[in-house]
């Protein structure tokens, strides 16, 4: 009996480990796809079945620079963490914390302000009209909140976010941004990754002046349900992109102060190789990064 609940504990602590390392993996991205705002936005990953322990990146600390080690582990039934030295952003808190503890869907939470979607979500009509195949995957999967009353930073402002959210895995938040929830982080990334890339693709043809060729609802359902055979291609996008902040030096992975972790190894972590890309790091005055890795 002993033996076994050690071996779950080992178990449990090696998954918490990845989750952490995927996460911080997922800020350093953001950052690379210029998704994040200043010291601001924020990620989380639940950790308890039931979501109401989550993982969350720390107040204001430049996506670009999170570690493995940063990330703060969090309890939406605390009641004192707000009062506490190291509490997180309120913002991050009162939205983050409330979708954990309501939403059993959103394992993963990953709320940006990026340039297209972030246009979009200002529009008097946001909605991602389904034009092509990129468009037509948020199809009937995208909630849309035209509320906006300021800064998101009290427990009630995220319960009005819950039940706009409610079943669907995409909010665009008028006069705001967006947020996406998701089983994995892989799959989280995955969806923000082509909703920035539906947005431009929307903002562009708007840009036209020209009338939108919306598919029909029928298209666009088909379309939208053809997506699910391809739903392998987060992981193996995830895994690629995070191989090459491995091979960038990155230490994004460090589950400790003291340096770099072996956690891929240590974790049976194998990823797949993808060389045709890397990162660079850019030096600049603004004093809250020291580094801002670019794909090129």
Known sequence: ????????????????????????????????FDWHESVGNHLSVALSPDGRKFLMNPRWKHFAGINAYDLLSLDSD???????????????????????????????????????STALSTLADPTIHPIDGNTARFYGRTATDLGYDGIADDAAEGDRLVS????????????????????????????????????????????????????????????????????GMATTHFAQLKQMLDESGSTYASLNR???????????????????????????????FTSLPRVE
């Open 1 to 32: 009996m002993l033996d076994r609940f050690v071996a779950a504990a080992e178990t449990a602590d090696a998954l918490n480990a990845q989750l952490r390392v995927d996460l911080a993996a997922a800020f350093r991205l953001a950052a690379a």
């Open 78 to 116: 605390d009641l004192e963490t707000m009062q506490r030295p190291n509490a997180p952003d309120p913002s991050a808190w009162a939205i983050h914390s409330r979708i954990h503890a309501a939403l059993p869907h959103a394992r993963c939470i990953l709320h940006l302000h990026p340039p297209y």
């Open 164 to 231: 706009v959210l409610a079943d669907k895995s995409v909010l665009i938040m008028g006069n705001h941004g967006v947020l996406v929830v998701a089983p994995t982080i892989a799959a989280a990334f995955e969806d923000f990754y082509f909703l920035e890339k539906a947005s431009k693709t929307l903002v562009l043809a708007y840009s036209t002046g020209k009338p939108l060729n919306v598919m029909s609802a029928e298209l666009a359902a088909r379309t939208s349900h053809g997506w699910t055979a391809y739903s």
């Open 258 to 288: 003291e340096g770099r972790c072996q956690s891929f190894r240590s974790l049976r972590f194998r990823s797949l190789r993808f060389r045709s890309l890397r990162f660079r790091s850019l030096t600049g005055a603004v004093q809250h």
